[in-house]
């Protein structure tokens, strides 16, 4: 699961982590898995309180495969008009900065190959009506 979130101002909140698999920092949409017997948008809403100390207006915009190789579905979801309401609590061992796009430049983000979660921000820029904003 994961959530693009934007500011009342409109800025893309990002979460920026060290992976080992490419060995460098990438930039992410807040999220991460369901707890057991948890509903997807409660999930959402958790997660990106944990990891940001945001809230917001939480919907749900549709799902899509993880990878080819997996039948994992991942629930993805905007959050709108968000406010900073408490510090951010994350797990041990987890490190997370926050960092802030504009619209702008989160879309030249998500064609940079830099971030990882592409497929939601694209998904949740286009339920916005936000995608093209005169480019396409």
């Known amino acids: 699961m994961a959530v693009l979130a934007l500011t009342e101002d409109n800025e893309v909140i990002l979460a920026k982590q060290y992976r080992p698999g490419p060995q460098k920092i990438l930039y992410e ?4 898995y369901l707890d057991e017997g948890e509903k997807p948008e409660v999930s959402a809403s958790r997660e990106l309180l944990e990891e940001t100390g945001y809230a917001g207006e939480i919907e749900f915009v549709g799902t899509s495969f993880d990878d080819a190789y997996s039948t994992m579905q991942r629930y993805c979801f905007v959050a709108l008009n968000c406010k900073k309401i408490a510090d951010q609590q994350l797990d041990d061992g987890e490190h997370v900065e926050i960092a802030y796009k504009s619209l702008e430049d989160f879309r030249s983000l998500l064609r940079s190959g830099e971030m990882t979660d ?5 998904l ?12 396409c």
Do not use: K
Not at 29 to 32: D, F, S, T, Y
Not at 118 to 122: A, S, T
Not at 125 to 132: A, E, P
């Open 118 to 122: 592409v497929e939601v921000g694209y």
């Open 29 to 32: 949409l807040p999220g991460g």
């Open 124 to 135: 949740g820029l286009d339920h916005l009506g936000l995608l093209c904003q005169g480019r």
